[in-house]
């Protein structure tokens, strides 16, 4: 169960130049048309999500300030899924930032993904998609696309500023040929390989991921959105980039 903690006072800043209204959604044309849902965040101001956002682990998962934000212990992961029965195809993007507190512990994993919908087998990780996956204060962000039974395809994005509260935006297009990764409103990754299109229902998770048996900083993650777009409109600009790299997920069941 979520224990919900004193709230601790951000906001959201728009007015820096950094992601936020430039996007993969309006940069790729998709902001047009398709838009199956969209978070805002905006109501209530501050205090527990709707029924919507299932919240799991040690710490909180509440609305602040316009935005959705898991604060973690540092006593193991925190998670924030959202419940509905997902969809195969189409396009997430969300704006996120993370902050942990504190020089003492291990860092957490800040984690956003597509994982199977309510109802469907995760098999520990195996068919899950990131969006973005990093330690808070790095300057890389990993992407990967897992496959039944055990496969893993995945690539790194170098050059990132993961420093306290900077803002980006990451966002995915799954389509029944391909996977696309978008940071920043720029392609860095699209894969064709099809043995990782799985069909599967997907929805999205957001956890602070702790390492087994360790004491963990303090952390923060915070979303000023997610949205959800079909693939009704077509891209308005090229999506190719560099294939990612095949590998082995360990932890698959």
Not at 24 to 51: D, I, L, Q
Not at 108 to 132: H, S
Not at 146 to 153: E, G, I, S
Request: glycine fraction near 10%; charged fraction near 20%.
């Amino acid at each position: 169960m979520v224990a919900l903690l004193a709230v601790v006072p951000a906001q959201a800043d728009h007015a820096e130049p950094e992601p936020g209204p430039i996007h993969a959604g309006t940069t790729y044309g998709w902001w047009n048309k398709g838009v199956v849902w969209r978070e805002e965040f905006e109501a209530p101001y501050s205090g527990p999500t709707g029924p919507q956002w299932q919240g799991a682990g040690a710490g909180e998962v509440v609305h602040q300030n316009g935005m959705l934000t898991l604060n973690a212990t540092g006593q193991g992961d925190l998670t924030a899924t959202l419940a509905g029965a997902g969809a195969e195809v189409g396009r997430w993007e969300t704006r996120l930032r993370s902050r942990q507190y504190g020089r003492a512990g291990a860092r957490y994993k800040v984690l956003a993904e597509l994982v199977p919908a309510a109802g469907t087998a995760e098999n520990c990780g195996a068919r899950n998609i990131a969006l973005a996956s990093y330690a808070p204060g790095s300057k890389v962000v990993d992407v990967y696309a897992r496959t039944l039974p055990n496969v893993a395809y995945k690539a790194r994005n170098p050059g990132m500023d993961l420093r306290r509260d900077r803002w980006h935006t990451y966002a995915v297009e799954v389509t029944r040929e391909r996977i696309s990764w978008f940071i920043d409103a720029h392609v860095v990754y699209t894969e064709a390989r099809g043995d990782l299109l799985s069909g599967t229902p997907l929805t999205v998770r957001f956890t602070l991921k702790a390492k087994p048996g360790k004491a963990m900083k303090v952390s923060r993650m915070q979303m000023d959105w997610v949205r959800h777009w079909s693939l009704a409109a077509p891209n308005t600009l090229p999506v190719d980039a560099p294939s990612t790299r095949a590998g082995v997920y360990g932890q698959a069941c």
